[in-house]
Every structure is written in C-alpha cells, then in structure tokens.
C-alpha cells in the first residue's frame, strides 16, 4: 500500500523559508513522477510543482516560480519543496501526490494517492 508523509510545515513570516518533506516509503518511488499541490481555505486545490522520475526535468506553478525548488532523493524514497520568500498567499496545506495521467492536475481525481498533508501559514 502506499504511503505518503508529509512534513516541514509551520508558521513562518513573509519573506521567510521552509523546506517540506515527503516520505514515501514501500512503493517504487524511483519510477513516479511526483507532484506538490497545495488546498487554501476555502479554495480549491492548486497545482504547484511536478518533477521527473529522475529529477532532471521540473515544472513550477507561475504563482510559485521562481521562489519554489522541487527536488528528490529516490535512494531515501523522499520528494522535497524548498520555499523562499514566502508570502500570505502562500497559505495553504500541501500535500505530495503521485499524478495519474498528467502531472499538472489540479483535482484529486487528478491523483492516484496522496498524503495527510502538512500546514504552511505564512503570517507576521
């Protein structure tokens, strides 16, 4: 079964940085591209960020261009988000997700699986 474990998030103020986490362990994480989407209150899922099986090809959200480095280490089963220069709108809870059929879905019917998610509230 799969599992997917997100972690890092927090409060933080504008302009701050975080870097969440997704374990993923048990499955071939080393063959699936992996995603970061990301829900506000209130609003719908959002897609942020895709990256190759391999890491050598990723995708970004104009929202977070820029800003967001998606990264992963398939020896540790592990997808990363590093984020910098953090704003209020960046408020939101982000999940990893293992896309089906295109990895710029922006409903879950979009994904296979995804984790619990983890709170990122940028605030002063």
């Known amino acids: 079964q799969v599992q997917l474990v997100e972690s890092g998030g927090g409060l933080v103020q504008p302009g701050g940085s975080l870097r969440l986490s997704c374990a993923a362990p048990?499955?071939?994480?080393?063959?699936?591209?992996m995603c970061w989407v990301r829900q506000a209150p209130g609003k719908g899922l959002e897609w942020v960020s895709a990256?190759?099986?391999?890491?050598?090809?990723?995708d970004y959200a104009d929202s977070v261009k820029g800003r967001f480095t998606i990264s992963r280490d398939n020896a540790k089963a592990t997808l990363y988000l590093q984020m910098n220069r953090l704003k209020s709108e960046d408020t939101a809870v982000y999940y990893c997700?293992?896309?089906?059929?295109?990895?710029?879905?922006?409903?879950?019917?979009?994904?296979?699986?995804w984790g619990q998610g983890t709170q990122v509230t940028v605030s002063s």
């Open positions: 997700a293992v896309p089906k059929a295109t990895v710029y879905a922006s409903s879950w019917s979009g994904y296979d699986y």
């Open positions: 048990g499955f071939t994480f080393s063959s699936l591209w």
């Open positions: 990256i190759h099986t391999g890491g050598g090809s990723t």
